[in-house]
């Protein structure tokens, strides 16, 4: 929950400040890549069940001296920039991305209240 708080206040501080743009991030885009999220949320959870547990859990089994963890770790770290920018980012533009719904405002809370 603090880290939470953290990320928003420092977000919000950030935007306030004209340092960054929070409307121009893949988060709050006007286009809702639902099938995307689909299968990076089964692929997730079946990586979840191979490694035996989430990216907070593999942190605490390496500082109790656990290798299995330690790979665990370098792989997730390597797979989520894959996935976003590398060699796995190019197939999931040209495949998964393109199903998507285009929404008539961005994906942000105050965007979607005041459409309402």
């Known amino acids: 929950v603090m880290a939470i708080g953290v990320a928003m206040i420092g977000t919000g501080a950030l935007a306030w400040a004209g340092l960054i743009d929070p409307t121009k991030t893949i988060y709050t885009s006007a286009k809702l890549a639902w099938l995307s999220a689909a299968v990076g949320g089964l692929m997730f959870g079946f990586g979840m069940v191979l490694a035996s547990g989430c990216g907070s859990k593999t ?3 390496i500082g109790a001296g ?4 330690l790979v665990v ?3 997730l770290g390597l ?3 894959m996935t976003l920018r590398g060699l796995f980012g190019v197939v999931r533009v040209n495949t998964v991305d393109t199903v998507a719904v285009a929404l008539p ?3 942000d809370l105050p965007s979607l ?3 309402g």
């Open 66 to 69: 656990n290798l299995k963890s």
């Open 113 to 115: 209240v005041a459409q």
């Open 105 to 107: 405002v961005t994906q």
């Open 79 to 81: 797979s989520a920039y």
């Open 73 to 75: 770790f370098v792989f």
């Open 59 to 61: 942190l605490v089994r």
